[in-house]
């Protein structure tokens, strides 16, 4: 099974990115994937979630409103789309899947099944 985010950069702030996370060796519709992100100095944190099974999604309020989570489960792809994008959203940012149908808020580092590379994402002018 594996995890491949990609979709970073460099971007002005304001500006939108939209990541991606291919999974292979498993299908979505039977896992949780959550998208993490890890600023330099600071612990990594969830900042969203999509159940395959069944559609539910879940953000962290630092994201909310700007952040979209979306999947193509044809593809077995989940998206990041990241607008109105502020340098404290620098970070590397990963993609990881639980398997099953996880209340969504609970998820956390110490719980994920397996995880993808991490992708830089800049936000700076």
């Known amino acids: 099974v594996q995890l491949q985010a990609s979709g970073g950069g460099l971007v002005q702030p304001g500006g939108s990115l939209r990541l991606s996370c291919v999974a292979s060796g498993f299908t979505l519709d039977y896992y949780a994937i959550g998208w993490f992100r890890q600023a330099p100095g600071k612990e990594r944190e969830g900042v969203s979630f999509?159940?395959?099974?069944?559609?539910?999604?879940f953000y962290a309020d630092s994201v909310k409103g700007r952040y979209t989570i979306s999947s193509d489960n044809a593809v077995n792809t989940v998206y990041l789309q990241m607008n109105s994008l502020k340098p404290e959203d620098t970070a590397i940012y990963y993609c990881a899947a639980k398997h099953g149908s996880p209340y969504l808020p609970a998820l956390g580092n110490f719980n994920m099944d397996f995880w993808g590379k991490g992708t830089q994402v800049t936000v700076s002018s």
């Open positions: 999509l159940r395959g099974g069944d559609g539910t999604i």
